[in-house]
Nanobody
């Protein structure tokens, strides 16, 4: 069965960039739509960007458009979230998840989740 593990989080200054990884084990990640979510302290989990299993199309939230992109590496069985021009509102725990049916940014539509990786944007 699909298992997801995120990595790549850390502390970054405002305006900086970070790339998160979501590595799959058990099955090929290319068989699934993979979505990225984040959760800031005291806030609900929100969808950021979803990458379709063909690795081409994405669905992005308004906050992610023009700043975040997703890509996939079949050889490494991983999906990446490239985040640019980060600001303090991007701080939170970032999760990747398997999106059921279609590429969605709704948490209830997700099946399997990773454990999350912390991103902190601060000077």
């Amino acid at each position: 069965q699909l298992q997801l593990v995120e990595s790549g989080g850390g502390l970054v200054q405002p305006g900086g960039s970070l790339r998160l990884s979501c590595t799959a084990s058990g099955v090929s990640i290319a068989s699934f739509h993979i979505a990225w979510f984040r959760q800031a302290p005291g806030k609900e989990r929100e969808g950021v960007l979803c990458l379709t299993k063909n690795g081409v199309n994405t669905t992005a939230s308004d906050s992610a458009k023009d700043r975040f992109t997703a890509s996939r590496d079949k050889a490494k069985n991983a999906v990446y979230l490239q985040m640019n021009r980060l600001n303090s509102e991007d701080t939170g725990v970032y999760y990747c998840a398997q999106s059921l049916g279609w590429c969605s940014l709704v948490a209830d539509n997700m099946d399997r989740w990773g454990q999350g990786t912390q991103v902190t944007v601060s000077s």
